[in-house]
């Protein structure tokens, strides 16, 4: 376990001596890592057990809301309040004034899959993925799939219904968008690769490309996705979680213990990588934040 680098760069991102450290274990299934810094404190999901967790160094990982539709992906919004993927529930959530309200849960009058994870523009429009994992009891409940795609959508702020931007994946899974808004990244499970779009002023997306291909006979898939603020991709694929650079050339891998499902940057100085893999939760301190 720990840090292999292929390019030098990857030094320069994380020190090679490093292992990862164990944070929080015990869970069924975690996913959807976000860090809240006016609270100081990580939120996570664990999807088969039903649980949004919350996680300080003070006082370890307590429930934070149970049930919560099987939660997976999660991100706050602009105003700081938490946004849920919910799988069962079959939409994107918002907390507010203490209730969970729907912000979305169809598409054209029919049922989304089981939205996965998410992203929030600058406006606060939401971009998010809608892969069918929710439609069974292992994450989620048995439910028939209305919708004969499997789309990534953009919700407009302050609208219920959403923009259907691609629906050619077969598996669509995290993504990310850089700080300019002018590049989104969407990672396929099914397919382990990586895939770029060209972020326009309209919304719409452009110029579909391959950007990095993600495979091997390790445990894992392409399925989180984050990028640093020099603009390197960090997803987790098969055996570690790997790191490119915004060209597509993979720098290295952060191999944990367990197979990596989500990451997400958090601390005061937003330099430390947080890992949610199988039943534990990890972190790694990083040189350059994200």
């Known amino acids: 376990m720990g840090i292999e680098v292929i390019r030098d760069e990857m030094a320069d991102l994380v020190d090679p001596s490093l292992e990862p450290e164990l944070v929080a ?65 079959r939409r994107v959530s918002i907390e507010e004034g203490g209730e969970v309200k729907t912000l979305v849960d169809s598409y054209q009058g029919k049922k989304l899959n089981s939205p996965n994870d998410l992203v929030v523009c600058q406006n606060g429009d939401i971009i998010f993925t809608d892969p069918p994992y929710g439609l069974s009891n292992r994450h989620g409940v048995d439910a028939v799939q209305e919708l004969d795609f499997l789309g990534v959508y953009r919700l407009p702020q302050g609208t219920s219904e959403p923009i259907l931007l691609i629906d050619d994946f077969e598996r669509p899974n995290g993504l990310a968008i850089t700080p300019d808004e002018k590049t989104l990244y969407v990672d396929d499970t099914a397919h382990g690769h990586i895939r770029v779009f060209d972020m326009q002023d309209d919304g719409s997306l452009a ?84």
């Not at 003070?58 to 919910?86: I, K, Q, W």
């Open 25 to 89: 274990d015990g869970f069924e299934f975690t996913e959807g890592p976000i860090w809240d810094p006016a609270k100081g404190c990580l939120f996570f999901s664990d999807i088969p057990a039903d649980i949004i967790f919350k996680w300080t160094p003070d006082e370890g990982a307590v429930a934070y809301r149970e049930p919560s539709n099987h939660s997976n992906g999660l991100t706050l919004d602009r105003e700081g309040r938490l946004l849920s993927c919910e799988h069962s529930g």
């Open 207 to 290: 110029n579909d490309r391959v950007l990095a291909e993600l495979k091997g006979d390790e445990p894992g898939a392409p399925d989180g996705l984050k990028l640093d603020l020099n603009g390197n991709i960090y997803c987790t694929g098969p055996g570690a979680v790997w790191v490119f650079n915004p060209q597509g050339d993979l720098l290295g891998k952060i191999r944990l213990p367990l197979s990596a499902a989500n990451l997400n940057w958090g601390g005061e100085d937003r330099k430390t990588l947080y890992f949610t893999a199988r039943t534990d939760v990890y972190r790694v301190q990083c040189k350059v934040g994200g």
